[in-house]
């Protein structure tokens, strides 16, 4: 089955301006993660969704926000971009959102690189 | 506030074993601890994941002491391909019952002929 689909792949974009990336999870996967990744911070959780909620939050500021869709689809907006906010974002999928205890394995899609010029 | 950490490189020769630790000092109590592995312009994937001892699967065995303050990947006779940046992943429970995930910086690991 198709894997995890991240729209755009490649996004140029102004400080100050705004940005919403896509995601689309494996077929039945109900829960969708983001992470940022940048060379000088590495992997970080940003957020994830399941069945339409927000269930867990990194440390991010507001600037950060995402929603899910009833078909799973999410999006993640940025708004007033900062020169700091360029990286890979990575969206993943999962059957169920992460709780104590659990054991589940996400799929990661390719990613979106941002570049804020 | 959980930190993960890992050796930055590790350099191999095909055929050796490769061991990655990460340590993990205030992993969740329940918590499991994941591996993943990440080429290029590419998303992480998973390779294995283990809660306490020992688990292995096709590709990798995962070793995980009792205090579970460490885990250390183990891939068998390694090859070119495997040339890749690994981590490590594990979760922190926030006092509002919510998961932050947390990767470890990750070891770029270099396999030569």
């Known amino acids: 089955k198709a894997g995890v689909t991240q729209t755009p792949r490649y996004l140029i974009k102004t400080r100050g301006q705004q940005v919403t990336l896509s995601c689309s999870p494996i077929s039945g996967h109900r829960s969708v993660s983001w992470y940022q990744q940048t060379p000088g911070q590495g992997l970080q959780f940003l957020f994830e969704?399941?069945?339409?909620?927000?269930?867990n939050k990194g440390n991010f500021p507001g600037r950060f926000s995402g929603r899910q869709f009833s078909n799973s689809r999410s999006e993640m907006n940025v708004s007033t971009l900062e020169l700091g906010d360029s990286a890979l974002y990575l969206c993943a999928s999962s059957l169920a959102v992460r709780l104590a205890g659990d054991s589940y394995e996400q799929y990661f899609g390719p990613g979106t690189r941002l570049t804020v010029t | 506030l959980a930190k993960t950490t890992q050796p930055i490189s590790m350099d191999s020769y095909e055929g050796q074993e490769v061991n990655i630790t990460c340590s993990h000092n205030?992993?969740?109590?329940?918590?499991?601890i994941t591996w993943y592995q990440q080429f290029p312009s590419q998303g992480p994937r998973f390779i294995i994941q283990?809660?306490?001892t020992k688990v292995t699967n096709e590709v990798a065995s995962l070793f995980i002491p009792a205090d579970r303050k460490s885990s250390t990947l183990s891939l068998p006779r390694v090859s070119l391909s495997d040339t890749a940046v690994y981590y490590c992943?594990?979760?922190?429970?926030?006092?509002?019952?919510?998961?932050?995930?947390?990767f470890g910086s990750g070891t770029r690991l270099l396999v030569r002929p």
């Open positions: 969704y399941f069945s339409e909620t927000q269930r």
């Open positions: 283990g809660y306490k």
């Open positions: 205030n992993i969740a109590t329940n918590d499991y």
């Open positions: 992943l594990v979760g922190e429970e926030s006092l509002d019952s919510s998961y932050k995930l947390i």
